[in-house]
């Protein structure tokens, strides 16, 4: 059996340890290269973006009927998280990583790398589920966000709820405005928010009505989501699980090692 050796796993998560988006066209490394079985499919979003996916399927006799959709943060490309996918599909997981538009070789797209997030990367997302749920009707659906990403989640999960089983957030951004402001604070520079992005918008709300079970990890020396932002979730998700580890932002897997895909796995099966 041929995986990706742990420390390459590492290598790549910490790569995506950034706080402005900088995306990454060119792939440090693709599937073929480290002997990934993987599929290459493009997705258009509704205002005609292409965006470029990796299907990894499983690679276990312990095949699972559950599709996990990896959103990345705001830095690199998909190849950051082939490690990570390699492993979810020897547990028996078929994986779809994807690049927003922007990134990798999905289709360009102008970006300010001080702008927290883009409106634009839910649809990117939305392509993708579309995608999935089309190609593998009868799966269960789980999103996967790192950092930026687990906004992109849950904005999509703002709209389309009913379309997804689960969700897995690394690193959450419990809401746009909190987390602009608190990273202004800390590296003494603007960080925008879309046009779009309406203040008035209640996440304690959004948070109470969640119906899907959410797993959260959670490094106690997290400056995005701090003890204070789990403090809220604890209190408003109904179906709630944390993983904490010591450690900093998307220092999960390099913290938790083997763990870290024992947790997802055990929180997807006995869900």
């Given at each position: 059996m041929?995986k990706?050796?742990?420390?390459?796993c590492l290598f790549?998560?910490i790569?995506?340890?950034?706080?402005a988006?900088?995306?990454?066209k060119e792939y440090?490394?693709?599937?073929e290269?480290?002997?990934?079985?993987?599929n290459?499919?493009?997705c258009q979003?509704?205002?005609?973006?292409n965006?470029?996916?990796?299907h990894i399927?499983p690679?276990?006799n312990?095949?699972?009927?559950i599709?996990?959709i990896?959103?990345?943060?705001d830095?690199g490309?998909?190849?950051n998280w082939?490690?990570?996918?390699n492993l979810l599909?020897y547990?028996?997981f078929?994986?779809w990583?994807?690049d927003?538009r922007g990134?990798?070789?999905?289709?360009?797209f102008p970006?300010k790398?001080?702008m927290?997030?883009?409106?634009?990367?839910v649809?990117?997302l939305?392509?993708?589920v579309d995608?999935v749920?089309?190609?593998?009707?009868?799966?269960?659906?789980?999103l996967?966000g790192?950092?930026?990403g687990?906004?992109?989640?849950m904005k999509?999960?703002?709209g389309y709820?009913?379309?997804?089983d689960?969700c897995?957030a690394?690193g959450?951004?419990y809401s746009?405005?909190?987390?602009?402001?608190r990273l202004s604070?800390?590296?003494?520079?603007?960080?925008?928010?879309p046009?779009?992005d309406?203040q008035?918008?209640?996440?304690?709300?959004?948070y109470?009505?969640?119906?899907?079970?959410?797993?959260?990890?959670?490094?106690?020396?997290?400056i995005?989501c701090t003890e204070?932002?789990v403090?809220k979730?604890?209190?408003?998700?109904k179906?709630l699980?944390i993983?904490?580890y010591?450690?900093?932002?998307l220092m999960?897997?390099?913290?938790?090692?083997?763990d870290?895909?024992?947790?997802?796995?055990?929180?997807l099966?006995?869900?």
């Amino acid at each position: 059996m041929k995986k990706i050796t742990l420390h390459l796993c590492l290598f790549f998560v910490i790569l995506n340890a950034v706080f402005a988006i900088k995306p990454v066209k060119e792939y440090r490394i693709r599937p073929e290269a480290l002997e990934i079985i993987s599929n290459t499919h493009y997705c258009q979003t509704v205002d005609s973006f292409n965006i470029k996916v990796w299907h990894i399927p499983p690679v276990s006799n312990n095949i699972k009927n559950i599709s996990i959709i990896v959103s990345n943060g705001d830095g690199g490309n998909m190849a950051n998280w082939l490690g990570v996918g390699n492993l979810l599909a020897y547990s028996g997981f078929n994986v779809w990583l994807y690049d927003y538009r922007g990134f990798g070789e999905s289709s360009d797209f102008p970006i300010k790398q001080e702008m927290l997030y883009y409106e634009e990367f839910v649809k990117d997302l939305s392509a993708v589920v579309d995608f999935v749920k089309t190609s593998q009707p009868y799966h269960k659906v789980c999103l996967l966000g790192y950092s930026m990403g687990t906004l992109i989640c849950m904005k999509y999960l703002i709209g389309y709820p009913e379309n997804i089983d689960f969700c897995i957030a690394d690193g959450l951004i419990y809401s746009p405005e909190i987390i602009a402001e608190r990273l202004s604070k800390i590296y003494e520079e603007d960080i925008l928010l879309p046009e779009s992005d309406s203040q008035y918008f209640d996440w304690k709300i959004f948070y109470n009505n969640l119906q899907i079970p959410i797993m959260l990890f959670h490094g106690t020396e997290d400056i995005v989501c701090t003890e204070e932002d789990v403090s809220k979730l604890k209190e408003e998700v109904k179906n709630l699980t944390i993983i904490p580890y010591t450690g900093k932002h998307l220092m999960g897997f390099s913290v938790l090692r083997g763990d870290y895909i024992g947790n997802i796995e055990t929180f997807l099966i006995k869900e």
